[in-house]
């Protein structure tokens, strides 16, 4: 399987840009060149910076000079450092993974669909001829429903980008918020600088117990890694919903690597045959599980990234319920970075 050169372990710059409040003091204090500094010390090769259209965008629709500043500035830290750099678009007018941030309308409406075409042709013209950079046309699209579009969306954008960056690997995701079975269902790669993306939380319900955000989710739900099979199924009904996609085999037998290398060898098979690298853009596990049990789920994503060599990236650096450098991942932080 064809490899994404450069990006094989990196961490999620998760909260700066993007999931803030988005004042001049997060932008300012969240993430320094200290905090670069750091993430080169880990042993990382590359940061992903997802960044909200408010950080490029003012309330009049005029593009923002100060949001490129502040990503040409991290660009130039990860360069002095030697760590590449992934833009990732986390958030557009009319479209967010997060519904509570009351974002639609953008699969149906060209309008907001301009803007998202006007975003990416600034961003390339800005950052197109840079080296060690890819870009990430947007993260997680939600709804099966919209996957035609989204692959319509994606190509014009594509070819949007393509005159001012040429050569910048371009990340594509599918629908289930970058689920990895999504990725059959992405348009064929249009160059040799495409990458098949996609998200791994699987299982959902071990990865987000207690998750506040999660409707149905009880905050003091925790679980066992391994568990059976039919647990898994009973707490994922009961506690993140009946309609969601995670499929598990039926009967007691107890959770094990089989199960993620039935969705890994998947996704590997349709990268081969497309020539496309894949490339896991987030990946881990809630602050709230018990770290030994954590480190149980590390071990099999360990196992399949370098079975299958498929380039990484672990949400998150600092806070956002994942920190990978906060308290919690004290007793179990150096053998997560041993594995990933």
Known sequence: MKKFEGYMHGVNLGGWFSQCDHSLERYDRFITREDLEKIRELGFDHV???IDYELLLAEDGSYTEEGFVRIERCLSWCRDLGLRLVIDLHKTPGF???AGEHEDGFFEKEGYQKIFFGLWEKLAMRFGNEKDLCFELLNEV???RYAATWNSIAGKAIETIR??????PILVGGYHNNSIEALEDLELPSDENIVYNFHFYAPLIFTHQGAYWIDKMKEDFRM?????YARYEEYTKKYIGEDFDDHFPQGEEIMDIAYFDDLFKKAAKVAKERGVALYCGEFGVIDRADPKETLKWFECMGKMFEKYGICRCLWSYKEMDFGLIDPHYDTIRERILELI
């Open 224 to 228: 066992e890694f391994y568990s059976s």
């Open 96 to 98: 967010s993974f997060d």
């Open 163 to 168: 005159p001012h960056a040429p050569k910048v």
């Open 142 to 144: 939600s709804e099966k």
């Open 48 to 50: 992903r910076l997802p």
